[in-house]
């Protein structure tokens, strides 16, 4: 089971990135996938998660409106679109998967939000 996530990079405030997560070793479909990120310094923080089946999504109150999460099942990837980029989304962004009992994370992209 891997988990590689990708489309991290350097942008300015409002403008818009789109994080990947591609795995292999498992449908991504069976299971729910979150999005977490680590600023410098700080403890991890969950983003937002997409439950199996794209049966719903959840996002933290601080990108909620400007966040979206979705799936590609044919492509078993998880995307996170940032939209309206602020300073503080600035982090290593990981995704997360949770297949009973073990928890797989991604290598972790790096956003970084400045003009």
């Known amino acids: 089971v891997q988990l590689q996530a990708s489309g991290g990079g350097l942008a300015p405030p409002g403008e818009s990135l789109r994080l990947s997560c591609a795995a292999s070793g498992f449908a991504m479909a069976d299971h729910a996938i979150g999005w977490f990120r680590q600023a410098p310094g700080k403890d991890p923080y969950w983003v937002s998660s997409?439950?199996?089946?794209?049966?719903?999504?959840y996002y933290s109150n601080s990108v909620k409106g400007r966040f979206s999460i979705s799936r590609d099942s044919a492509k078993n990837t998880v995307y996170l679109q940032m939209n309206n980029l602020k300073p503080e989304d600035t982090a290593v962004y990981f995704c997360h998967a949770v297949i009973w009992p073990q928890e797989y994370w991604g290598q972790g992209t790096q956003v970084t939000v400045s003009s």
């Open positions: 997409i439950a199996r089946r794209s049966s719903g999504s």
